[in-house]
């Protein structure tokens, strides 16, 4: 946006707005004019939440291997949490809460996701996108490296 005169200046700015919480200000002006409730950045209790809701069993234990994040958006999808096209209505309660990581050791029987949405039938469609979407095996996988750990890694 050529708003630093070099990738180690924006990475540093980046770091800053973090920090001096200028980000979380920016997201509370979002909020605003959009007309959202920009109070829900301080009590989560007041978004919106679906009625219908389901758990996502772990089929076996082992580690979190890998996630199909296409997959897992394809489950948001199908809650209605997001739209297929225009003329699609979103169901702003409906999401899904994930509860594992890559890399989190999980027994036959754990929760690894949490779906909500209107109806049961797009909860079930959703968590079966879910199961599909990850991997467990008995080896623990190379961690991913997370986009702050990367900057404040090149930042060193």
Do not use: H
């Not at 919106?48 to 199909?68: C, L, R, T």
């Not at 297929?84 to 509860?99: E, N, P, R, T, V």
């Amino acid at each position: 946006a050529e708003k630093a005169d070099s990738l180690d200046a924006g990475k540093q700015m980046l770091l800053d707005n973090i920090k001096n919480g200028k980000g979380l200000d920016k997201f509370r002006e979002l909020l605003i004019q959009q007309n959202g409730n920009s109070n829900i950045i301080n009590d989560y209790t007041l978004l919106p939440i679906s009625k219908e809701k389901a758990e996502v069993y772990s089929a076996e234990s082992g580690y979190v291997y890998s996630m199909n994040t296409a997959e897992i958006g394809r489950a948001s999808l199908e809650t209605g949490a997001g739209r297929a096209s225009k003329a699609d209505s979103i169901d702003f309660g409906a999401g899904i809460i994930m509860k594992v990581r890559i890399g989190d050791y999980v027994n036959k029987g754990d929760v690894l996701a949490e779906v909500y949405s209107s109806a049961s039938d797009k909860c079930l469609s959703a968590s079966k996108y879910i199961l599909d979407a990850i991997e467990i095996r008995t080896e623990k996988p190379k961690e991913p490296k997370l986009i702050l750990d990367i900057i404040k890694q090149e930042e060193n």
